[in-house]
């Protein structure tokens, strides 16, 4: 049986970006085979959803509407994780382009992680990431008890390379996102007087102290596959 890969995508409040990649990644995905895309919307006030209607969907892209009174970016993602039904799940923003990121999740396994960057620092691709669905459960997922934005994906590479799982890079190439900035970033955060930078300074700590003491599983208390 193939795998499936799950492409999970999150959104709120961010009409101008995903009206700028969805068609085009709709129809670079419909040339695909044993993919599903999960679009999670995390509480946006706009209505992305009316787009995306719009679009006529296929029976394999799944839109779902999740209450969030705040953007919190590792809570997001793990919802559209639960959301999904792959044998590999990828992380996949909202401001991203499809790029090779189909090809990249296929080199995803239960020993392999897949870093689908550039290598360009802040340039919005940071993210793309892939691996198995028993890699991503096995670690918990990305850690909830970060702050809201900031260091959440680097912190799942280094819990899985700490724990055996082999990290490969492969690269996206060049503008495979549309830029963002910290601001806009941080903006539905309700961190008021905090910046992102102190964010992923602060959750890159937890994610040192964390490994540094073994614990390489996020989110004991709460994870669970319901």
Known sequence: MATLISLCTTVRNRRSQFQATFCDNLNAL????????IILDYGSSQNEFELFRKAHPPTWVHWVR???????????????VHASTGDVVMNFDVDQRLKNAIAAAQKAGDRTLVHNWSGVSRDGTCGRIACSRRVFDRLGGYDEDFLPCGYD??????????SGVKVAKINCGPNAAIPNTTEEAISDCRVEGVTWKAMEKANHVRSDWNIGMGILVANQRRWSRS
């Open 30 to 37: 419909s040339t695909c085979q044993n993919v599903e895309w």
């Open 66 to 80: 999740m209450e969030a009174a705040y953007w919190h970016t590792p809570r997001a993602k793990n919802a559209a």
């Open 153 to 162: 994906d680097l912190d799942l590479i280094a819990r899985a390379a700490a």
